[in-house]
């Protein structure tokens, strides 16, 4: 049974560059979460996708954008890379759009110069 | 006032002692409740899901929730080396409709 993955494991960018980061849900999931993690911090949500729209949005500018695929599979976009915007990228999975438990990836660690 | 508020730490503990991790927060409208695991370097892991006041047990663990106190805690039981860890209380619901992450209670079990 696949959990979630995402790719890349590990990114280094330069300010003002854009990345698009990668989540395939778990085996029977249909809904992708995103998070932010900065050091010493909580999960910090950015926005929820579920049937190939975006349900909720945390409190994050529109240089983060996403998108959900028919295959429920998810990217999230950021643009205009700011040195504030280095943190762990964790995508997580659940069934429906509600209160189902999420199960996240391993993340991708977002380093920017 | 934070949405989800937890204590730091670190927790430390004996092994072979009971671990108590505490969590309250603060929108009445929250209807569920999750406890993960992170590892350092690593990605939050869930140990338990409650829905309901009272307690729900899994095998070490036991999830308490009380609505009326805005209070949730995580025991674990014969703590373990293998249980340091961060522990991240998160709730679902309310205003949000969304999960809102602590900032996770750092848990030492000492040898």
């Known amino acids: ?113 | 006032q934070k949405e989800v508020e937890q204590n730091s730490g670190p927790l430390s503990v004996p092994e072979g002692a009971i671990a108590s991790l505490n969590c309250t927060y603060s929108d009445r409208g929250s209807q569920s409740f999750f406890w993960y695991r992170q590892y350092s370097g690593k990605s939050p892991e869930l140990i338990m899901s409650i829905y309901s006041n009272g307690d729900k047990e899994d095998g070490r663990f036991t999830a308490q929730l009380n609505k009326a106190s805005q209070y949730v805690s995580l025991l674990i039981r014969d703590s373990q080396p293998s249980d340091s860890a961060t522990y991240l209380c998160a709730g679902y619901g309310g205003a949000t409709n969304k999960l809102i992450f602590g900032t996770g209670t750092l848990l030492a079990v000492q040898p």
């Open chain 1, 1 to 113: 049974d696949a959990g979630v993955t995402q790719s890349p494991t590990h990114l280094i960018k330069t300010r003002g560059q854009q990345v698009t980061l990668r989540c395939s849900p778990k085996s029977g999931h249909d809904t992708v979460s995103w998070y932010q993690q900065a050091l010493g911090q909580g999960p910090q949500f950015i926005f929820q996708y579920y049937e190939e729209e975006e349900r909720q949005r945390g409190n994050f500018p529109d240089r983060f954008s996403g998108h959900q695929f028919p295959n429920y599979s998810s990217e999230l976009n950021v643009n205009a890379l700011l040195l504030g915007d280095s943190a762990l990228y964790l995508c997580a999975s659940s069934l429906g759009a509600g209160n189902q438990p999420q199960h996240f990836g391993d993340g991708t660690r977002l380093s920017i110069l």
